[in-house]
């Protein structure tokens, strides 16, 4: 079982944000939510999450933006972005990002949990990978 990992979720609409926490935080050590962009970046820096959950459209900005704050702090971190509007945009953003799935609104909160889930898993045995002896030798040098 992979460790317990910090989830923060981003979403303007307060009760779809509850509905997303209440599927989700059985996964997680911590969960933090916040309904505007402007917090969401202030909890980044105390939270550091593995894993973020927000909505593209937020008060104040875009949750690819966040995703990419996020990712400037820790390159680890993965992301779901939900949507109403998946634009080849938003999806090219998200795979330069790496580790960003799109999952389209309106979306089964069952589907969502097992989508993170995979995520978590393949991040844990990333992790458990590079920690393992050897490992820098099988990374490409950076260019």
């Keep these: 079982m992979p460790q317990k990992m910090n989830l923060l979720v981003v979403e303007d609409d307060h009760d779809l944000g509850e509905m997303i926490v209440d599927s989700l935080k ?7 939510f916040t309904t505007n962009f402007d917090t969401a970046i202030k ?26 704050q996020a990712k400037a702090n820790n390159v680890n971190t993965v992301a779901i972005v939900q949507t109403g509007n998946p634009s080849l945009e938003l999806q090219t ?15 089964d909160a069952k589907l969502l949990h097992l989508r993170v889930s995979q995520l978590i898993m393949v991040e844990d045995m990333r992790r458990k990978m590079e920690a393992s002896p050897g490992a820098s030798e099988l990374r490409p040098p950076l260019q």
Excluded: H
């Design 93 to 107: 953003e998200a795979a330069k990002l790496g580790s960003v799935e799109i999952i389209e609104k309106p979306f």
């Design 43 to 68: 909890i980044l820096t105390a939270l550091k999450p593995d894993v973020i959950v927000t909505d593209q459209n937020i008060d104040g900005g875009f949750g690819i933006a966040i995703v990419a």
């Design 26 to 32: 059985d996964l997680f050590q911590r969960v933090e």
